[in-house]
């Protein structure tokens, strides 16, 4: 259907040409959608139409009711704040009073001198000023210096055409920042639950708050439960200075204030704010400008497994210290309290995954150590054999994991000793052959007992084989060399090593000198010799003590 | 300054007023950021130039080459989908050839029956469609139902002032809508971390995929170790049928796809689809039309206290099944990558806390249970009295946190033992006096073991106590009344009762009824009354069962 069959009813004469030229190069302008292009092409026709060589386009933010250069020698500034004083400005009275305005000499203006281009362009005559309107409001301003022609009413129509997109790019400008920020949230809150490490939390938090707020550092302040004082325990600025000592009274202070109210609290202005509590700059040398401080405040956390909930708490109070570009804003606070409120919750589960394993081991270790204490001679045994043992592996480079199984398994090595008789294992003087060899059943009972628990699966070698020999010769079963686990070979000789140095009913503790000697004498038929060269270099570098030593 | 001063230089003459005029007018009508009312303001003022009384207005997406009708009958429509055979329909030419067209006998075109609007105007006899366009490229059209006049410059030079304008307000609707969902998403998260209960995280993680993703429904399913199956193990849109009878083979159905390729996967039209696997519908009722399917995928751990890392790990898979408008795009994607990466990732930490609880739990039992077992007749006996216990802390409505104490230090009330030499701990006999006295130790003798253990401090009343009676006639300390705790009176009751149903040396065990009637008999002298109500309660309930009932 070509367009010629529509009957053209137009009651106006048609667009001159002059001006349809204008409004096509307008269109043309304002297809883009970048408000750094856009601003920039909008300059670069101001400047053609006045015949001017240069000029510089402004964002008004109404909300701070600051300008900010945006477009300076032709490209786009990133957040150049440029604050002015309303009243006299050349700028500034748009801001009350949009017009287009002309200052033919404008070196003579009161204003010039608080114009923030009066230092670059120093040579200017001339000035004209151009607001973009949207709604009677201004949204930008278009400075001209020296145009050679005014051609006024094009000028208006120019502004007119292109206020509106101006307006729309900026806000999608932000939208879009807005979007980058929370899309690193996003991904900076998937790094947090990623550990369960409570330091290494509270070091990605800080970086990550300085980073996201845009700001110079950040501090992180955690509330001691005693004296419920707010102890500084990291700062992104401080690489020397030790920071825990450095303590704020309950309520003091700008992050006391976002602590005890549990509120964010903004200021711009931090030497003249009444709540800055100075003490801290003066230990730091930092010099705080301006602050956004929030809580750090957990969310109630559902435990399952019929262990009902943990409450939600107000842990401490994150700061972002000096904002980079502009003062912090509304949004930088709603950011921040994400941010805290998630990463006070992931350490509330830090905080419940550290006291369930703590929970385990100390149990363990109380449990056997009670075992350990019916006879006088063995109290402590099991918790210095498991102390031996983890250097050992240590000292092999053996992997985290393996190391915890070394750790639990080593703890556990005597744990069958419970089910041997008490005459038997208080007796004081030598075994009789068949009380020794009721003794010998300790291995085997204790690997009974724990092999019943599913996830100690992987240390009951150590329990079952730490009296095993790489010549065989050991019990109860009598393995040869590899046939011993790894944790057998480890747990044997951190055993033997412990055994030797302990004083017994019938002779004195060796010294550890002299149980290393007969542990590398024994090496390769009895133990391992890369154990015992491990348990060597640990003592040589002081990483373990024997008993005397401990007790000396 | 006032303007007057401007030395005015216009070389062309003024714009005529009519084109002031709807210049003015269009200026006024692109003030509005909101694309809604822009498209509305836009179509209304088209029908007024051409004196029609009603027209609808189209958004184009060229990524997915849509008309989506946005303006019928003056009100915005959300995502109302319309797809068009881009050959024939007198709207979808425009977007091969922009160009404002008039069919003055609408009916008769062929492509009529093809655009969207045919059913609702049936009455119209002409249509005038105006596109507009940025760079030459469509962005939007406007229908105009029998038009009375058709001002063609005007309309032109319209479209020419409003496209990039309403092009500005569509993207920035596009990314208010992508910035409300990363809103959301960080919301979801955050309660997705508020959990360390695994069942509640996966109901919540299906509900909100499907929430975010704007699909009917959600599916989730998990790696079955054994097999490398998938099975189904939630789904949203499933109240009533068992889901987990559901299993899909490894790398089968679309599912298989993404979890086996670790990438998400999009299919808009599932039914026609090779990968589809539809012995899922089949089996559910339900009919799945478009899918969105992506691999749950956790990140590696880091655990903190020498604990080492935690492997990354595929676990299952997320569908998002028939988006509700349009198709699912390459940002549901990422939506659902981001979300179901945090979710696995959380999972990670719900089942190492888990099992680190079950390791503390198991751990004890098993050192517990080989303490009873010294003694053949106390075997099994501390289970058992937790076991109780737990039923009367449950009868009595304490908090789940409370019941974890009660459970804990049940378990270890005789723990003590393990510093009561074997032949009084195992006598056959009766005890004389003074192996008794030694016997009545093994509450303090607990007590001191298992203070040690900081996190066990709140169980060990229920081991110091639970010999304690009301009338202060009990061991060791003597305590009165309320000055025994309630755990200790809850394990005093739960203790005797065990002691009194299990078989003794020197005579058979009570059954439960005798055994309650005793305990019935002496509440309030020896026992809490609540504690033994609560505990005949729980038996005649079928909570609890005593040792011969287990034994037959």
């Known amino acids: 259907m070509p367009p010629s069959d529509i009957s053209s009813a137009s009651a106006i004469s048609p667009l001159p040409a002059p001006w349809q030229d204008l409004f096509a190069r307008l269109n043309h302008v ?7 292009v856009l601003l920039r092409d909008t300059l670069a026709l101001l400047c053609e139409l006045c015949g001017a060589e240069y000029g510089a386009m402004y964002e008004y933010r109404p909300e701070v009711q600051e300008v900010v250069c945006r477009i300076r020698h032709g490209t786009w500034c990133d957040d150049t704040k440029v604050c002015f004083p309303v009243e006299r400005s050349l700028l500034a009275e748009q801001a009350t009073s949009p017009q287009i305005r002309f200052f033919p000499n404008v070196r003579a203006e009161p204003g010039w001198k608080y114009t923030p281009d009066s230092d670059l362009h120093r040579e200017a005559k001339s000035l004209l000023v151009v607001p973009f309107t949207r709604n009677g409001k201004l949204v930008a301003v278009g400075e001209i210096f020296d145009p050679q022609e005014i051609p006024l009413e094009q000028i208006a129509f120019a502004s007119a055409r292109l206020s509106t997109e101006i307006h729309k790019a900026l806000l999608a400008l932000q939208s879009q920042r807005d979007n980058a920020r929370l899309q690193a949230l996003v991904a900076i809150i998937g790094e947090l639950n990623s550990t369960l490490d409570r330091d290494r939390l509270l070091r990605l938090l800080i970086n990550y708050a300085a980073e ?4 110079e550092a950040s501090s992180l302040f955690l509330i001691d439960e005693k004296t419920g004082e707010l102890v500084l325990h990291l700062a992104s600025n401080w690489q ?23 509120e964010p609290i903004l200021v711009p202005q931090a030497d003249t704010d009444r709540r800055h509590y100075p003490k801290v700059d003066l230990k730091s040398g930092f010099v705080t400008r301006s602050v956004l401080a929030v809580p750090l405040r957990s969310q109630m956390l559902t435990l399952g497994q019929n262990m009902g909930q943990y409450k939600a708490r107000v842990i401490g109070g994150l700061e972002a210290l000096n904002k980079r570009h502009g003062n912090f804003t509304q949004q930088d606070a709603r950011m921040a309290i994400l941010l805290a409120g998630q990463a006070a919750t992931i350490l509330s589960v830090i905080d419940l995954y550290a006291d369930a394993n703590e929970l385990f081991l100390d149990a363990i270790q109380a449990l056997v150590a009670s075992i350990d204490a019916k006879d006088p001679y063995t109290e402590g045994h099991s918790r210095r054999v498991s102390e031996f043992s983890v250097a050992i592996a240590e000292e092999l480079g053996l992997p985290p994991a393996t190391i915890r199984q070394v750790r ?3 703890l556990l090595h005597d744990v069958g000793k419970i089910g041997i008789p008490d005459n038997i294992l208080k007796k004081p003087g030598r075994l009789t052959k068949e009380e020794f060899a ?8 204790g690997g009974a007992i724990m092999r019943q628990v599913r996830l100690l699966e992987h240390t009951v070698p150590a329990i079952e084989e730490h009296h095993e020999r790489l010549d065989g010769k050991g019990y109860p079963r009598g393995l040869i060399g590899e046939q011993i686990s790894l944790l057998g070979r480890i747990v044997a000789v951190a055993d033997v090593f412990d055994a030797l140095t302990s004083d017994r009913p019938y002779r004195k503790g060796w010294r550890a000198e002299e149980a290393l000697a007969y542990l590398n004498e024994h090496a390769g038929t009895q133990f391992s010799a890369r154990c015992v060269r491990a348990l060597t270099r640990a003592y040589a570098t002081e990483k373990i003590r024997i008993q005397k030593e401990r007790d000396a």
């Open 240 to 262: 020397e200075v030790p920071v825990e000592k450095i303590r704020v009274p309950p309520g003091k202070g700008i992050i006391g204030e976002a602590v005890s109210k549990e």
């Open 212 to 215: 996201l707020l845009d700001a």
């Open 30 to 36: 304002a297809a883009c959608y970048d408000a750094k």
């Open 408 to 410: 639990v398994g080593s």
């Open 438 to 445: 009721r003794m010998k059943e300790h291995p085997a009972i």
